[in-house]
């Protein structure tokens, strides 16, 4: 598809007079704009969108510095950050470096950087901008991560080619934050931002930039990049087998969608913004061409579709990130590795398959390698090379599979361990392995609940809700709620618990009521993985009913006997109130 053109010609011919043509600058900013939001509205490929608005930026820009500069030796007009990377987004920020020569430079060029600087603003370009030396760059380059990263994005438009060359070497990596220093400190700083997000990327109003799985971990992976091999684009990634080609368009095609998001986010707000507020997402949702069926609201497709797609970049983010870690920390460092069992080993803190055929041989290792790491509290987590081998054998996890005496025995195994419940089931629905293994759970992975009610979406609902109870069963966390740990910890068996919890909203989006259809979902559940009848039964009543004690508190007069006595009639044992109020305390 040809590139989105603009007309610079009447701004050309004005430029030729002795004074400034705001007017004529402002027409052409405004008729770039209106040309690409036209092209959006036609579904033009968004990354022609986002690099047709820096091209028009840029056109501008150089356009109004040689109009204000006759002699520009000694400063250099640098683009940094996203617009370094030529991308733009219609209220995206227009970050400028005005580089210098020396200190005298600037003296110099005082005037003209006065006047050009009021020009951008006069003719509606609100631009940040930074004025500095080599010297300074190198100088806070050094003290700030932030900076030296997007003085590495930087990207010269007008001026000198050998002072910006000049600069890019004195802050290149042979001179500063070398690779490794480089990854250490934007490896701390994601996780600082994503603990900021509390690690989920479930979110009801998410973050499309700086949330986990967001366009930040995409960058992320831009900058190690460039920083590491010198290379320019992701595509990079597949050359040095960092990414299969599958991986590399699951990338694209995320990042592709985000962006899009997001320039349909500017374009309704008419400002920058990159957090997907209620009051936006149903607007959004109709933009993507969504409309509400029977089962599932407009709205809530669109989110699915949104959270199922920050999710498997995560899980790319992970990945390349533990892969450049071996490749950039590690470097000639890897251990020998120690067998575990005959199918896992550790090596450098993470388990491996022992072999790349495992999976392949083996399906029921799908599930034995969460039990090993339950049981191995030192390792750190799985090998990059085996997350891979884990996604490309989900498909091995079919009926036979999940009828066979080991997965199950496997599978209730996990939910009866002291620790890493939680952790373990969370990485399962990371990896896919939860929802290939129990296909009602894939319907809720990414659902939102279009409500004010709830913070995350059903499957991380799900997950949130398994955590609050084991942390009822560990003792250190006795003096939060005191009776629920008490309860918690006297249960004859924890596991039944645990699987209320999986089951309890699994049924959300499929139409009818939930907890009816969850119900028959937990008793097939239980029975195929060889529970007793009764604990079959007691999982599924749970279920049934969980909503039974918090709606009966909060919608009817507890102080009414007959209240009191419906109630009771419902629950009939001591054991079930006590299971029942634990999966109302915990979901709440």
């Not at 199918?343 to 993470?350: D, I, K, V």
């Not at 009913?545 to 006595?565: F, G, N, W, Y």
């Amino acid at each position: 598809m040809p590139k989105i053109e603009f007309d610079f010609q009447p701004l050309d011919q004005a430029l030729q007079a002795d004074t400034f043509p705001f007017a004529k600058f402002q027409t052409t900013l405004k008729q770039g704009t209106a040309l690409i939001q036209e092209k959006y509205h036609k579904g033009v490929a968004i990354d022609q969108l986002v690099r047709a608005r820096a091209r028009l930026i840029d056109e501008l820009l150089v356009r109004a510095w040689r109009h204000h500069f006759s002699d520009a030796s000694g400063v250099v007009l640098v683009a940094v950050g996203g617009y370094g990377r030529g991308e733009l987004h219609p209220a995206s920020d227009i970050d400028l470096m005005l580089l210098l020569e020396n200190e005298a430079a600037f003296e110099q060029q005082r005037e003209p950087l006065e006047a050009f600087l009021t020009a951008l603003w006069d003719i509606g370009l609100e631009v940040g901008q930074s004025v500095r030396t080599i010297t300074d760059c190198v100088r806070e380059a050094e003290q700030d991560i932030t900076v030296a990263t997007n003085i590495m994005e930087s990207r010269l438009l007008t001026g000198p080619l050998a002072l910006f060359e000049s600069m890019r070497e004195a802050t290149g990596p042979d001179r500063i934050w070398n690779s490794r220093e480089f990854f250490e400190a934007k490896w701390k700083e994601q996780q600082a931002r994503h603990a900021k997000y509390e690690d989920s990327v479930s979110n009801l109003e998410p973050n499309i930039k700086e949330g986990p799985g967001g366009l930040r971990d995409i960058q992320m992976i831009g900058w190690v990049v460039k920083r590491h091999f010198r290379a320019e684009t992701l595509q990079d990634l597949v050359l040095h087998e960092f990414l299969t080609l599958d991986e590399y368009n699951t990338l694209i095609e995320g990042q592709n969608f985000l962006w899009r998001v997001r320039f349909a986010l500017h374009t309704l707000t008419g400002r920058a913004g990159d957090r997907l507020l209620f009051e936006h997402q149903r607007a959004l949702a109709a933009e993507f061409g969504y409309d509400d069926d029977s089962a599932n609201l407009a709205v809530e497709q669109f989110m699915q579709l949104y959270y199922r797609t920050v999710m498997e970049l995560s899980r790319l983010n992970e990945m390349l990130l533990q892969l450049f870690q071996e490749a950039i920390l590690l470097k000639n460092r890897l251990d020998e590795p120690v067998q575990l069992n005959r199918r896992f080993q550790q090596r450098n803190g993470f388990l491996e398959a022992s072999s790349p055929e495992i999976f392949k041989h083996t399906p029921i290792a799908l599930l034995e390698l969460f039990l090993t790491l339950q049981q191995h509290a030192e390792l750190k987590g799985v090998r990059a090379r085996t997350i891979r081998l884990i996604r490309d054998h989900c498909h091995l996890i079919d009926d036979a599979f999940r009828q066979d005496i080991q997965a199950t025995s496997l599978f209730m195994e996990i939910l009866r361990q002291p620790e890493g419940i939680t952790e373990q089931l969370r990485r399962m629905n990371r990896y896919g392995v939860l929802a290939a293994y129990i296909p009602a759970f894939a319907n809720i992975v990414g659902r939102m609940q279009y409500d004010l009610f709830h913070v995350y979406t059903v499957d991380e609902h799900t997950l949130m809700v398994i955590r609050n109870l084991r942390r009822l069963a560990v003792p250190s966390h006795n003096h939060e709620y005191p009776l629920c740990s008490q309860l918690q910890q006297n249960l004859p068996k924890q596991e039944l618990i645990y699987l209320a919890a999986l089951f309890h909203d699994i049924a959300k989006g499929r139409g009818g009521n939930h907890s009816e259809l969850g119900q028959e979902d937990a008793l097939e559940f239980c029975r195929r993985h060889h529970l007793s009848e009764y604990d079959s039964r007691l999982v599924a009543w749970l279920v049934r009913r969980h909503l039974l004690m918090s709606m009966t508190a909060q919608r009817k007069d507890i102080s009414d006997p007959e209240v009191i006595q419906a109630f009771a009639e419902q629950v009939v044992e001591l054991n079930r109130l006590d299971y029942l109020y634990l999966l109302t305390v915990a979901d709440s």
